[in-house]
């Protein structure tokens, strides 16, 4: 019970000393454990598996390794530089540290969620690309890709997963799950559902016996493209 009474801006850096967490970090923070959180209630996760992480200025927070989201409080900030040096917190960053920098490093995101959501990852084992089974497809940059398999936190996956990436927002990992940036933590996960969504559907058309899933085309996705750039509401 210690752990929760901990004030949120005097975090212990992973050194021994201390660094005054900012106000921004400590709303982000709030923000990454609630995303964490549901990535578990809508089933996206099991236990610890995926993990989550913001981008505030220069400093990256991420979930810690191995500790349940329901257990996490405001003082368990737990930060690093672009480097992948911890800078906030005494709590081991999530394994999966590598993906998550080489995002920030090559992209311009600012959130990113990885999850092992059940329809993802078993679409991750019999195709190298989701299928272009809805036109939601174009919200993700085009078909999405799978990234050859490595093993888990090293910095061959992260490599994989940066060319599956390629001028896209989301993409499986071959036998392991996805991974979804954005400009936020919600629409990081909004991303990240969407794609578990489509991978269900696609399961669920091919299962049909006799049958064969219609697919879009090319141009089929561009033109949903050039729509989705003007939807949703204008200041």
């Known amino acids: 019970m210690a752990e929760e009474q901990r004030d949120p801006r005097e975090v212990r850096?992973?050194?021994?000393?201390?660094?005054?967490?900012?106000?921004?970090?400590v709303d982000a923070w709030?923000?990454?454990?609630?995303?964490?959180?549901?990535?578990?209630?809508?089933?996206?996760?099991?236990?610890?598996s995926?993990?989550?992480?913001?981008?505030?200025?220069?400093?990256?927070?991420?979930?810690?390794?191995?500790?349940?989201y329901d257990r996490l409080a405001p003082g368990d900030v737990t930060g690093v530089d672009?480097?992948?040096?911890?800078?906030?917190?005494?709590?081991?960053p999530t394994s999966e540290l590598p993906m998550h920098l080489a995002v920030y490093r090559s992209t311009d995101a600012r959130a990113v969620v990885h999850t092992h959501a059940v329809h993802a990852t078993a679409v991750s084992t019999l195709v190298p690309e989701l299928p272009t089974i809805h036109y939601m497809t174009s919200a993700l940059g085009g078909p999405?890709?799978?990234?050859?398999?490595?093993?888990y936190g090293t910095d061959e996956l992260a490599e994989n997963m940066l060319q599956a990436l390629a001028?896209?927002?989301?993409?499986?990992?071959?036998?392991?799950?996805?991974?979804?940036?954005?400009?936020?933590?919600?629409?990081?996960?909004d991303r990240t559902a969407?794609?578990?969504?489509?991978?269900?559907?696609?399961?669920?058309?091919?299962?049909?016996?006799?049958?064969?899933?219609?697919?879009?085309?090319?141009?089929?996705?561009a033109e949903v493209g050039e729509r989705l750039r003007g939807y949703g509401q204008r200041a």
Request: hydrophobic share 40%.
């Open 194 to 221: 969407q794609l578990e969504w489509m991978c269900h559907l696609w399961l669920t058309a091919r299962a049909v016996p006799g049958l064969t899933p219609h697919l879009l085309t090319e141009e089929q996705l």
């Open 30 to 48: 709030g923000e990454l454990v609630d995303t964490a959180r549901r990535t578990v209630t809508d089933g996206l996760v099991v236990g610890t």
């Open 82 to 92: 672009l480097e992948g040096r911890q800078i906030l917190g005494t709590l081991v």
């Open 13 to 25: 850096g992973a050194g021994g000393g201390t660094r005054g967490v900012r106000a921004e970090e």
């Open 144 to 151: 999405v890709r799978v990234a050859p398999y490595a093993t």
């Open 167 to 189: 001028d896209r927002s989301a993409c499986l990992l071959q036998n392991h799950g996805t991974i979804a940036y954005g400009a936020s933590l919600s629409q990081a996960f």
């Open 50 to 68: 995926g993990n989550v992480s913001v981008r505030v200025g220069d400093t990256v927070l991420v979930t810690p390794s191995g500790v349940p």
